[in-house]
């Protein structure tokens, strides 16, 4: 042979300079993520001695009265579920309040998919929906899964150690999904209202776009939800049962849908004068969700928000509501990925502006609570003096829960996890503001200002995603359980 070379002392010579090359990178690179490793063990061991320090064990079992509605959730990947129905994606993104043709939706889905935001619509058009509903049933890897705000956050308080009142109508086969610690107050009906779940991973492609994060873009064309038809039924039940929290969530499902004249406002104000009746004890929580009517968001300011004393929402939700409280227009789309400051900061303003609003206002009550839910980070803020307790294992146990739920398991493995929060952050973007440091054995970040208690926890990011939908709502209220 040329250069008298032996062919397989070539190939033994490759694969002896091979594994050391592995080897090599192997040796440089195990230190840090040795490193990383230790850093998620620590973090996660912390949130979870932070969130014990509570024992529920010792307590009652709280009662918590929570409306309205529910559904089933028909989850998909939404690129194909697109892709089967033969959708092409849109050179033309575009927000629409209400999607009504094929075109509409691809521009809908095109606007929120690459920045990976989360967005919810009323269809319209029912040949459409039922396309949608019997495609997702072929399709491979769909699941079903209860959902509504209202029906999973019941789930949840239940699964944490609560007795539950749901209002909402459900199908015989729905309630039995249902913990044996939630009951009913509504009529039950034949075919429940269906959401379906367009769900895609971080990086997932459809046509040019690619998403930045993991996320869901859900559909539905509700009968029963909008109208909250289960509020006369669960309004009988909620003196008899003497909750120590009221919740109410679900309102979203009214945005956009075809209501006759003068339906909504009567149902709003039927739903005020609910929450006017409970007595001033009771805490009374508002879960927000993606609103993009803004006649709906200018009733809610005036009927709900008002007169309930703790509000959770999402880093989308938040600037919409900030910027209607400030006479601005609906926030369709925000960061989806904001800093710790630009949020307290807009928490700051959302706190001060609806103690404001809430002065002299005829059986409005103090918002003492606010809770934002965020992909890297929770924070909580409560009024000092305030019924609201265990804010630090609260906001731990609502950190360790969005992992939970995002990665289906009740036990959270570091390996599938990542921390996306700053080493550090500032309190505020306010030129100065102090800078705190997350501290892997004491993650949880809590401190003073003004009239009230702030903290912030990291999310260990969950990495191999089972669902996002459902989410804001399980952390929400896991958040609430070690608070009443």
Same mark, same amino acid.
């Given at each position: 042979m040329a250069n008298g070379r032996n062919p397989s002392s070539l190939v033994r010579y490759g694969t002896v300079v091979s594994v050391l090359v592995v080897l090599l990178a192997l040796w440089y690179r195990s230190p840090v993520q040795n490193s990383l490793d230790q850093r998620l063990d620590t973090v996660l061991t912390s949130l979870l001695r932070a969130e014990s320090k509570v024992d529920t064990d010792s307590f009652r079992r709280p009662k918590v009265a929570i409306g309205f509605g529910g559904c089933v959730d028909i989850i998909v990947d939404g690129v194909k579920l697109l892709n089967e129905i033969g959708l092409k994606p849109s050179k033309t993104p575009f927000h629409h309040d209400c999607i009504e043709s094929r075109e509409q939706l691809s521009q809908s889905f095109a606007y929120f998919f690459p920045p990976g935001a989360a967005s919810e619509r009323f269809l319209s058009n029912d040949t459409l929906f039922n396309e949608l509903v019997e495609a997702s049933r072929g399709l491979h890897g769909n699941r079903w899964a209860l959902g509504g705000n209202a029906a999973v956050m019941a789930n949840r308080l239940a699964s944490e150690g609560c007795d539950v009142l749901l209002g909402g109508r459900f199908s015989p086969e729905v309630t039995e999904v249902l913990s044996v610690h939630v009951t009913v107050a509504g009529k039950p009906v034949e075919d429940p209202d269906i959401h379906l779940i367009l769900e895609y991973p971080t990086g997932a492609k459809w046509g040019e776009y690619v998403s930045r994060r993991a996320n869901r873009y859900i559909v539905h064309s509700d009968d029963h939800n909008p109208l909250l038809d289960?509020?006369?039924?669960?309004?009988?039940?909620?003196?008899?049962?003497? @909750?120590?929290?009221?919740?109410?969530?679900?309102?979203?499902?009214?945005?956009?849908?075809?209501?006759?004249?003068? !339906?909504?406002?009567?149902?709003?104000?039927?739903?005020?004068?609910?929450?006017?009746? !409970?007595?001033?004890?009771?805490? !009374?929580?508002?879960?927000?969700?993606?609103? !993009?009517?803004?006649?709906?968001?200018?009733a809610l300011l005036s009927r709900v928000v008002p007169y309930a004393s703790s509000l959770g929402m999402n880093e989308q939700e938040l600037p919409n509501l900030l910027s209607l409280l400030k006479g601005g227009n609906v926030t369709v789309l925000s960061d989806p990925n904001p800093r710790v400051a630009t949020v307290l900061d807009q928490m700051r303003e959302l706190y001060r502006l609806l103690s404001t609003e809430r002065r002299g206002q005829a059986g409005g009550r103090r918002l003492t609570r606010l809770h934002v839910h965020t992909l890297a980070f929770q924070a909580i803020i409560v009024t000092t003096g305030s019924p609201w307790k265990n804010t630090m294992s609260a906001t731990a146990k609502a950190s360790l829960t969005a992992n939970r739920h995002v990665c289906?398991?009740?036990?959270?493995? @570091?390996?599938?996890?990542?921390?996306?929060?700053?080493?550090?952050?500032?309190?505020?973007?306010?030129?100065?503001?102090q800078r705190m440091p997350l501290l892997e054995t004491k993650p949880v970040t809590c401190w003073e200002e003004a009239d009230y208690e702030v903290c912030v926890a990291p999310v260990l990011v969950c990495t191999d995603v089972y669902q996002t939908a459902g989410g804001g709502d399980n952390v929400s209220a896991a958040g609430l359980v070690l608070q009443i």
């Open positions: 289960s509020l006369e039924d669960f309004e009988e039940q909620l003196q008899s049962f003497r @909750p120590d929290l009221l919740v109410i969530g679900g309102l979203q499902m009214m945005d956009n849908f075809p209501f006759e004249k003068g !339906v909504r406002e009567a149902r709003l104000e039927h739903l005020n004068a609910l929450m006017l009746s !409970v007595d001033e004890v009771t805490g !009374v929580h508002f879960e927000m969700a993606s609103f !993009v009517d803004k006649e709906l968001m200018q289906g398991s009740p036990d959270i493995n @570091p390996s599938k996890a990542k921390l996306i929060m700053d080493d550090s952050f500032s309190i505020s973007r306010q030129e100065g503001s």
